[in-house]
């Protein structure tokens, strides 16, 4: 046998194979270390970005439900502060109501001192109905606590409110000082001088009452006292009526009268006094 040819035949082969086996044998050593082989680190670099994308989704996610969570638990919060607040205002205006009622009753007693032959009830106000025709208002009390039609309806300071027209269970409807189907005996506290006041259309739409029926010579001046007179035993003498804001002339001329502001702001009144009887001057 030719040994030169035998190699030359089959050396390119021997070291095909001592190379497979030499590669064989790195990648069985790498893989006893821990390095990945070369499919493997492939599938590895192939795999990173999805890896990293999910990543990075999960993480978003995970922002997300804390924001939502942290929105949840931030709303909740302003929600409990909002009924706290509801509920120290309630208790404030419960607590200021409570004061300017003993404020109101206080008055009322000095008031009644003066006055005991007075029977008044009190009353709170429902509603106050003003309109191009009447202005009225409706009163918590009605028959059951003896109120009658006719009855005079006051403020705790003894200002003038108006009078009963008409009585309910639990219910009265008061014509108020404006009305313009109102009238009553007035005098002026100054000067004694007596008149009618009496509602009239254009002076309710700006809450005034007319004071007329003047006697001849009697002067009339900005900021008098006007009292109901007690005549006729409508109404007992002494309340407050008002305030003369303005004289004025009627179209001819000839007759002076007074433009009445009224002691009790009608408007905000949420308390008021029946009068159920008292003793009538002559």
Request: aromatic share 8%; with cysteine.
């Amino acid at each position: 046998m030719n040994w030169k040819v035998f190699l030359r035949k089959t050396a390119p082969r021997l070291l095909a194979a001592v190379l497979i086996v030499a590669l064989l044998a790195v990648g069985a050593t790498s893989l006893m270390r821990g390095r990945a082989g070369l499919i493997t680190d492939l599938e590895g670099r192939l795999r990173r970005p999805f890896q990293q994308g999910a990543e990075t989704i999960a993480s978003w996610l995970e922002g997300l439900y804390g924001s939502v969570y942290g929105y949840d638990q931030l709303k909740a919060e302003n929600e409990t502060l909002r009924e706290q607040l509801a509920e120290a205002q309630a208790e404030a205006r419960a607590g200021q109501e409570a004061l300017e009622e003993n404020e109101r009753l206080r008055q009322l007693l000095a008031f009644s001192q003066r006055h005991t032959d007075f029977d008044l009830e009190s009353a709170k106000v429902v509603s106050y109905s003003a309109s191009n025709w009447s202005a009225l208002i409706t009163i918590s009390k009605g028959d059951e606590s003896g109120i009658e039609v006719g009855d005079s309806v006051i403020t705790e300071s003894g200002s003038l409110v108006g009078q009963v027209i008409e009585v309910g269970s639990g219910w009265s409807t008061v014509r108020t000082i404006i009305d313009v189907d109102m009238n009553v005996g007035g005098y002026v506290s100054n000067s004694g001088a007596t008149g009618m006041v009496v509602g009239e259309y254009t002076l309710m739409q700006e809450g005034h009452v007319k004071l007329g029926y003047l006697a001849e010579g009697v002067s009339l001046f900005e900021g008098d006292t006007v009292l109901t007179s007690g005549k006729g035993g409508a109404f007992p003498s002494g309340l407050v009526i008002g305030s003369v804001a303005e004289v004025r002339s009627d179209a001819g001329g000839q007759e002076s009268y007074g433009v009445i502001q009224p002691a009790c702001d009608l408007a905000n009144m949420v308390q008021v006094f029946i009068i159920k009887d008292y003793k009538i001057v002559e």
